[in-house]
């Protein structure tokens, strides 16, 4: 690791910020998404933050939207000053259904029309799942289940009123082996990914294409929701032996959602160094029983 990227780390001023993405290479041709438009959810940080970047970059027009007001504005500031791209923000939460469909509401008024929604809201908290509340539980499933399928659906049906097609990618999290130490969010996770291969065929018929894309552990200011002695292992549990970066994140948001996946629904996408493999992280700490075991 490069001293400036511990120095970073230290600071815990994690992952790509706003000028990192606007001068960050990329893969796509520039005019790639242009008359395109996005709402973005948890737009205003981490992976939904580098996907507006990365989308205004290629030409689309982009809704950011998150509970956050001031930090929805600071990133469009930001975005504004690094590429010249103005977008819009909405502060709201994605658990209250009528916050939602008031927000696809202006997002389908000022935007025109959408043709991407990306879900990229949620979070959790780590705790042994033997001493969850169910305060605590319904908090992380209502926020990244229910949460996400009012996004789903409150898009789907506008697509489907006004018969044109859409395209939705789910932010989720690299399930396959389990979460120890966030069965909520493992659960809640399992739920959209299966969720959205049902309705990927319900809605194949009306033009929209459903997709989730799963990170490993990928650089973000998400990461500093976790204890401080779990942050040197970050990076160790997947077969690469490092963290993704949200730029991973985002070029792997587009291709699902740019004429480059229009033969793509009900998919998966694992962009997680392999760690749907091997590796894995105990945000609390490994218990001795586990040590020395791979994992
Ligand atoms: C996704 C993979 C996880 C893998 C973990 C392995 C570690 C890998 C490395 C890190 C990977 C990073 C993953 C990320 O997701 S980064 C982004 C993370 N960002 C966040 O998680 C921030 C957002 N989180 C939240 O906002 C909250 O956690 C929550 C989702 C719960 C929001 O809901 P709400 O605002 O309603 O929640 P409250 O704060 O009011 O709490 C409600 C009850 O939930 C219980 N609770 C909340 N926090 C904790 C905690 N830290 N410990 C224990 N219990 C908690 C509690 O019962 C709350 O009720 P009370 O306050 O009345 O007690
Ligand atoms: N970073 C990682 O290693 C991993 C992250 N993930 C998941 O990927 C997604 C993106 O995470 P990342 O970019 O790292 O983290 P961030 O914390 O930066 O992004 C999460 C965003 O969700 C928004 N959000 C949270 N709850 C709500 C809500 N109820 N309504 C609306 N917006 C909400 C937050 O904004 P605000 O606070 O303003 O509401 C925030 O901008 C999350 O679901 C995360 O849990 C999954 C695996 C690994």
Redo the contacts with the bound molecule.
């Keep these: 690791m490069t001293d400036i990227r511990t120095e970073r780390m230290e600071k815990r001023l994690w992952g790509l910020s706003v000028p990192d993405l606007a001068a960050h290479p990329t893969v796509y041709a520039p005019d790639l998404l242009k008359g395109q438009r996005l709402l973005i959810s948890g737009g205003g940080s981490?992976m939904g933050r580098a996907t507006a970047v990365l989308a205004v970059r290629l030409g689309a027009e982009v809704m950011i939207c998150g509970r956050d007001g001031e930090k929805l504005d600071r990133a469009a500031e930001e975005i504004e000053r690094a590429t010249g791209a103005r977008i819009l923000t909405r502060a709201m939460t994605i658990?209250d259904p009528e916050q939602v469909s008031a927000v696809m509401d202006d997002a389908f008024d000022e935007l025109g029309g959408l043709d991407a929604l990306v879900n990229s809201a949620?979070?959790?908290?780590?705790?042994e799942a033997i001493?969850?509340?169910p305060?605590?539980w319904?908090?992380?499933v209502?926020?990244?289940l229910n949460g996400t399928w009012h996004m789903m659906q409150a898009a789907a049906r506008r697509w489907r009123d006004a018969g044109v097609p859409g395209s939705i990618v789910n932010i989720v999290?690299?399930i396959d082996r389990g979460?120890?130490?966030?069965a909520h969010?493992?659960a809640a996770?399992a739920g959209v990914v299966y969720l959205s291969k049902s309705v990927a065929v319900e809605w194949a018929p009306l033009g929209i294409r459903v997709n989730a894309l799963a990170p490993g552990?990928?650089e973000?200011e998400?990461?500093n929701?976790?204890p401080p002695a779990?942050l040197s292992r970050?990076g160790q549990?997947n077969p690469m032996r490092r963290m993704g970066d949200t730029w991973d994140i985002a070029e792997g948001v587009v291709y699902l959602t740019a004429s480059s996946g229009k033969f793509v629904t009900g998919e998966l996408l694992q962009i997680n160094g392999g760690m749907h493999l091997w590796g894995t992280?105990?945000?609390l700490g490994v218990p001795e029983s586990f040590r020395g075991t791979g994992g």
Excluded: C, E
Aim: cysteine-free; aromatic content about 8%; overall charge positive.
């Design positions: 981490g658990r949620g979070g959790q908290f780590p705790i001493d969850l509340t305060k605590g319904n908090a992380v209502d926020t990244n999290a690299t979460i120890p130490h966030s969010t493992a996770r552990t990928i973000t998400g990461l929701n976790y779990m970050l549990g992280n105990w945000p």
